[in-house]
T-cell receptor, first 116, second 109 residues
Framework: ETGVTQTPRHLVMGMTNKKSLKCEQHLGHNAMYWYKQSAKKPLELMFVYNFKEQTENNSVPSRFSPECPNSSHLFLHLHTLQPEDSALYLC???????????????FGNGTRLTVT | EDQVTQSPEALRLQEGESSSLNCSYTVSGLRGLFWYRQDPGKGPEFLFTLYSAGEEKEKERLKATLTKKESFLHITAPKPEDSATYLCAVQDRKDKLSFGAGTTVTVRA
């Protein structure tokens, strides 16, 4: 199994649909993240979980709802999305922080979301 | 607020033509600077971490350097397989990570 696996790879949904994105990491990491990537813009942090506890919610609209049932799995539940939410959604994991600084993020290949 | 600016936005190189990418940053207490490579349709792949000014890291044709204001990613004698978008990110003293918008490198054979 590769390090961080995201499903589905592509998702097209209408504005009234409800769907979920799934992420699984096989690296034994303590922290998991959701990022949004839009064309020609920096990665935007959405949510952070450390040891299954949400430690950061970066002013994300409530139509995005994260869930972290254990340290290996992360979900992003979507409902009533807007066309401007179309983007690549990336999941990442990391070991956490050491005395020198943060350990690097390991990313999945993302879910390409299109909202129609 | 931390800021990360990458330049140029796009870079087209001939195979074997060495060049450098720039990552300028302002950050409240740098704890680490990260370089990633992202191929189309894939997530970013970690390349290097630099912790303090003067530090250098190398991997194959890539070399990353760090000063107090910027980092450079030098690509020596690039090959077509080095074509990708290169992302820079800085981590501040509150452990917040901020990414730049990336530099897209195209290497022609």
């Amino acid at each position: 199994e590769t390090g961080v696996t995201q499903t589905p790879r592509h998702l097209v949904m209408g504005m009234t649909n409800k769907k979920s994105l799934k992420c699984e990491q096989h690296l034994g990491h303590n922290a998991m993240y959701w990022y949004k990537q839009s064309a020609k813009k920096p990665l935007e942090l959405m949510f952070v979980y450390n040891f299954k506890e949400q430690t950061e919610n970066n002013s994300v609209p409530s139509r995005f709802s994260p869930e972290c049932p254990n340290s290996s799995h992360l979900f992003l539940h979507l409902h009533t999305l807007q066309p401007e939410d179309s983007a690549l959604y990336l999941c990442a994991s990391s070991q956490g922080w050491d005395r020198r600084g943060g350990s690097p993020l390991h990313f999945g290949n993302g879910t390409r979301l299109t909202v129609t | 607020e931390d800021q990360v600016t990458q330049s140029p936005e796009a870079l087209r190189l001939q195979e074997g033509e060495s060049s450098s990418l720039n990552c300028s940053y302002t950050v409240s207490g740098l704890r680490g600077l990260f370089w990633y490579r992202q191929d189309p349709g894939k997530g970013p792949e970690f390349l290097f971490t630099l912790y303090s000014a003067g530090e250098e890291k190398e991997k194959e044709r890539l070399k990353a350097t760090l000063t107090k204001k910027e980092s450079f990613l030098h690509i020596t004698a690039p090959k077509p397989e080095d074509s990708a978008t290169y992302l820079c990110a800085v981590q501040d003293r509150k452990d917040k990570l901020s990414f730049g918008a990336g530099t897209t490198v195209t290497v022609r054979a």
